[in-house]
């Protein structure tokens, strides 16, 4: 297969605006489904684990209690054979609008809070994701190190997909 199939081949990135700030990163999407589907592929083990990550990254889940004050262990696995440990605490769950947590990565050299907005628009669903650093070099760091910026695109890219299929799933099912 040629690179350029292969790349054909990947979610898309181009529906998403990103601004960044000197300690932000602020995604927007819009998903064609709607927002209980991408609440679900958000907050369940079940489906979070199918599309989390950049292009090329799976997920292991160790445990996740997704609730304020619970705890999400994972380890997002390299297409480059590297595992990345990751834990996320949850702050606060307003089911299905919002989510606030905190992302620690890197044995402590990543550290982030994340707040996720889910706005229903129809049948869609516009996803708003706010990645607050701690300071300007601690985002640059992850930009740096990570690609973080470039691969929080691929993920809500790799989520479009998930969802999108999942919501036509849906819909075949219930001509039937």
Same mark, same amino acid.
């Given at each position: 297969?040629?690179?350029?199939?292969?790349?054909?081949?990947?979610?898309?990135?181009?529906?998403?605006?990103?601004?960044?700030?000197?300690?932000?990163?602020?995604?927007? +999407?819009?998903?064609?489904?709607? +927002?209980?589907?991408?609440?679900?592929?958000?907050?369940?083990?079940?489906?979070?684990?199918?599309?989390?990550?950049?292009?090329?990254?799976?997920?292991?889940?160790?445990?996740?209690?997704?609730?304020?004050?619970?705890?999400?262990?994972?380890?997002?696995?390299?297409?480059?054979?590297?595992?990345?440990?990751?834990?996320?605490?949850?702050?606060?769950?307003?089911?299905?609008?919002?989510?606030?947590?905190?992302?620690?990565?890197?044995?402590?050299?990543?550290?982030?809070?994340?707040?996720?907005?889910?706005?229903?628009?129809?049948?869609?669903?516009?996803?708003?994701? +706010?990645?607050?650093?701690?300071?300007?070099?601690?985002?640059?760091?992850?930009?740096?190190?990570?690609?973080?910026?470039?691969?929080?695109?691929?993920?809500?890219? +790799?989520?479009?997909?998930?969802?999108?299929?999942?919501?036509?799933?849906?819909?075949?099912?219930?001509?039937?």
């Amino acid at each position: 297969m040629k690179n350029s199939e292969r790349e054909t081949m990947l979610p898309t990135t181009e529906n998403i605006i990103t601004e960044r700030t000197d300690r932000e990163v602020i995604y927007t +999407r819009v998903f064609d489904a709607p +927002r209980e589907l991408v609440w679900a592929a958000w907050s369940d083990p079940r489906h979070i684990g199918q599309w989390w990550g950049p292009n090329g990254f799976t997920t292991t889940t160790y445990s996740m209690d997704f609730k304020p004050g619970g705890v999400w262990r994972y380890v997002m696995h390299g297409p480059d054979g590297t595992d990345y440990q990751n834990k996320i605490v949850y702050l606060e769950i307003v089911k299905p609008e919002r989510l606030l947590y905190n992302h620690l990565g890197d044995d402590g050299k990543v550290s982030f809070q994340t707040t996720v907005t889910f706005v229903a628009e129809g049948d869609k669903t516009k996803l708003t994701m +706010r990645a607050l650093f701690p300071s300007a070099e601690a985002l640059q760091f992850v930009a740096e190190k990570y690609h973080a910026i470039e691969g929080g695109k691929q993920t809500l890219g +790799r989520l479009a997909e998930y969802v999108e299929t999942a919501s036509l799933a849906a819909e075949e099912a219930n001509v039937d």
